[in-house]
């Protein structure tokens, strides 16, 4: 029965990869693909002078029980969460990673909002180049 329920857990949190990963893939045309498996998918954004290394965008990756959501925007730009609602908030963990168990439509479509706001600021910071 156990073996059941650990398999159950896989199916949700693969759904719950998709879903997320659905949110970031618009974004692969002006970023850099880092990672695209079953298990993640990470992004890039362009390299940065004043930092020496190429910047992170954002990462969804399955995690045991969970799978967490990282949208480095919001680290580098924190007024980016000045409006989220209490329940986005409720999934933080850290400061730019939000973990889910199940597909939660409401909460995606307002994540797909700031990951958008997050691209832009990015953009508008010079840390996204051509593409």
Do not use: W
Not at 3 to 17: P, Q, R, Y
Not at 74 to 84: A, M, W
């Amino acid at each position: 029965m156990s073996g059941s329920k650990i398999e159950k857990s896989a199916a949700d949190c693969a759904g719950v990869l998709t879903s997320l990963k659905a949110i970031l893939k618009p974004f692969e045309k002006h970023l850099t693909v880092v990672k695209d498996s079953d298990k993640g998918y990470y992004l890039n954004a362009a390299y940065s002078e004043k930092f020496k290394r190429d910047m992170f965008f954002g990462a969804v990756e399955i995690k045991k029980n969970y799978v967490s959501y990282y949208l480095f925007p919001v680290y580098i730009f924190p007024q980016l969460l000045n409006d989220i609602s209490p329940e986005l908030k409720k999934r933080m963990q850290g400061k730019s990673c939000f973990n889910f168990t199940a597909i939660d439509n409401k909460l995606f479509s307002e994540l797909q909002l700031l990951t958008k706001s997050g691209f832009r600021m990015m953009k508008d910071n010079g840390f996204v180049r051509g593409k």
